[in-house]
């Protein structure tokens, strides 16, 4: 009985993972800005993990701040394949997200988005 005692309380004092649905709407490369179509974007706490799907791609990364910390969630991505970069989600849904792409010249990408989910 004190196991399944010990195993209801472990269970429950466990707190739940965050996710986010958001659609990016635009984009912005050295001043040019255009809308972004198949924006569909989903940010989910996987443990100690950011996983961050985009374009049918997934990428890793880990919080630096969450909303109850900072008043935002923010997650790096180190590099991964082509790109590095930064999602902030703030609490009114708001979604910036920069891309890094190393290259000739390298570039930076800011996509803006909404987002809606808890957590963080």
Do not use: R
């Not at 466990?14 to 709407?25: K, Q």
């Not at 390298?106 to 808890?118: F, K, P, Q, R």
Request: net charge negative.
């Amino acid at each position: 009985m004190k196991t399944v005692f010990f195993l209801i309380a472990a269970l429950s004092a466990s707190p739940a993972l965050a996710a986010f649905d958001c659609n990016v709407f635009q984009t912005c490369n050295a001043g040019d800005c255009q809308p972004f179509e198949d924006g569909a974007m989903l940010i989910k706490q996987s443990g100690d993990v950011w996983t961050v799907s985009i374009m049918g791609e997934t990428y890793e990364g880990y919080e630096t701040t969450t909303m109850d910390a900072g008043g935002e969630l923010s997650v790096v991505l180190p590099p991964q394949g082509p790109l590095s970069g930064l999602v902030s989600v703030y609490p009114n849904g708001d979604l910036l997200f920069t891309v890094h792409v190393p290259g000739e010249p390298s570039m930076a990408i800011v996509a803006y988005g909404l987002c809606a989910g808890e957590g963080g």
